[in-house]
Each structure stands twice: as C-alpha cells, then as structure tokens.
C-alpha cells in the first residue's frame, strides 16, 4: 500500500485548504483511514479518521466544526478540508490506512502513512 499525500501549503489566518491523500491498491474501499499532524517539536497527533463508506467520522476537538474528512472510493483518495485555519494548525499533515480492529485515535493503529505534506498558516 502506498499513500501520496498532497495539498499542503501557505495560508493566512482564517483560510482554507484540502488535503487529498490517493492510495494505491484495488482494495482501497476497504480502507478505514485517518489524518494525522506533526509540529515541530511535538508528537504526532490525531486529527480526523473515516471508515471505509464513509458513514462514520471521528475528529480531534480541536478541529471539530472546521475539518472536515471525505472520501472518493472511485478515486482511492480520502480528503481532508480545512476551514478557518489558525496558526496552532501548522504541522506537516499525514494521511494513514488504520488496522481493522483498532482504535482510531492511536499511532500505532495505523500500518501505512503517507510521506506527509506541509501545512503553515500564518497569523
């Protein structure tokens, strides 16, 4: 499984950004996915996770009402869309596949992550 992360940039205080992630594989449908970010400095962190239809959402409280996780199984790609971005958002954002069973706020749920695309928001 391999995951391209794409998206990323420079945006002012209260702008926007989609990130896209595509995966390789047939089964991508199959998937339940999650987007995760890294600051300098700090641990990764969970951001937003998806199941494989895309029913179900899960969200960091510090984004909750601003992103938003989608996905496209046509395209193998999952998206994430960020509204009213903030400074503390700055991070290089990762898009990861999550282990079935397992918990979705976890690092060590997820078994293949993207290379990671950055994200600076300026104040």
């Known amino acids: 499984v391999q995951l391209q992360a794409s998206g990323g940039g420079l945006v002012q205080a209260g702008g926007s950004l989609r990130l896209s992630c595509t995966a390789s594989?047939?089964?991508?449908?199959?998937?339940?996915m999650g987007w995760f970010r890294q600051a300098p400095g700090k641990e990764r962190e969970f951001v937003a996770a998806?199941?494989?239809?895309?029913?179900?959402?899960y969200y960091a409280d510090s984004v909750k009402g601003r992103f938003t996780i989608s996905r496209d199984n046509a395209k193998n790609t999952v998206y994430l869309q960020m509204n009213s971005l903030k400074p503390e958002d700055t991070a290089v954002y990762y898009c990861?596949?999550?282990?079935?069973?397992?918990?979705?706020?976890?690092?060590?749920?997820?078994?293949?992550w993207g290379q990671g695309t950055q994200v600076t928001v300026s104040s």
């Open positions: 990861a596949r999550r282990k079935p069973g397992s918990y979705y706020v976890t690092v060590s749920s997820y078994d293949y």
């Open positions: 998806i199941n494989w239809s895309g029913e179900s959402t």
């Open positions: 594989g047939r089964t991508f449908s199959s998937y339940r």
